[in-house]
């Protein structure tokens, strides 16, 4: 069965630092994985996602995220954290051949001025 | 750009009414789903739908829901008789299909039910 774990639940970082949000997942087959941010009282929007092409993707906002097989980790990285940044974001894994999206528990960025 | 439109955005209800949230999937979609956060938890999935029927759904999605494409926009969620523990959030969200490759779900802003 898949999963992601979420490592982290709360990540606080100052302005112009390096963001770092965990994740590790686990899944039988080939996953496909995401990374989707929610503001405060916003829907679910779509940072970048992995499908088996380059292990390194980027995505919006500066932000991007590495798979890793041998370390079954899907790390999601930015630079240089901005006030914006703030918000949660949910590492999601979903396996070949299904259409369920399975959530991690989810990390909420602080970004400190 | 397109999105995917819930509504309405906030629903108070009664334990025991019949509640109907309604979605507009983005119009060259196939797939729609609907996923619930409650308070403080996860994002969890109820239901896939695919073709005019279900495709996938949870073990969360009980004979207390059931889901319907009307007509040729809208994907409405319904459950029939809510319990206090149905309050979430809901999100209805709708995907592409290309063949074996998973493509991201777009999702809508949700809708915060609330029961009484």
């Known amino acids: 069965a898949q999963s992601v774990t979420q490592l982290d639940s709360h990540v606080s970082v100052s302005e112009g630092t390096p963001v770092l949000l965990r994740c590790n997942y686990s899944?039988?087959?080939?996953?496909?994985l995401f990374w989707y941010v929610q503001h405060p009282n916003k829907g679910l929007q779509l940072l970048l996602k992995?499908?088996?092409?380059?292990?390194l993707v980027k995505g919006i906002n500066g932000f991007e995220a590495e798979f890793k097989k041998s370390e079954t980790s899907f790390h999601l990285t930015k630079p240089s954290a901005h006030m914006s940044d703030a918000a949660e974001y949910f590492c999601?894994?979903?396996?070949?051949?299904?259409?369920?999206?399975?959530f991690g528990s989810g990390t909420r960025l602080q970004v400190q001025p | 750009e397109p999105e995917v439109t819930q509504t309405p955005s906030h629903q108070v209800t009664q334990m025991g009414q019949e509640v109907i949230l309604r979605c507009v999937p983005i119009?060259?979609?196939?797939?729609f789903y609907w996923y619930r956060q409650i308070l403080g938890q996860k994002v969890e999935f109820l239901v896939s739908?695919?073709?005019?029927?279900?495709?996938?759904k949870s073990e969360i999605f009980d004979d207390q829901f059931s889901v319907e494409r009307p007509d040729g926009s809208n994907f409405t969620l319904k459950i029939r008789s809510t319990k206090l523990e149905d309050s979430a959030m809901y999100f209805c969200?709708?995907?592409?299909?290309?063949?074996?490759?998973?493509?991201?779900?777009?999702f809508g802003q949700g809708t915060r039910l609330t029961v009484v």
């Open positions: 739908f695919y073709n005019n029927e279900i495709s996938e």
């Open positions: 969200a709708s995907s592409h299909v290309t063949g074996s490759q998973n493509t991201e779900a777009f």
């Open positions: 899944s039988s087959y080939s996953p496909s």
């Open positions: 119009s060259n979609h196939l797939y």
């Open positions: 999601v894994v979903i396996d070949t051949g299904r259409r369920a999206l399975t």
């Open positions: 992995y499908t088996s092409a380059a292990t």
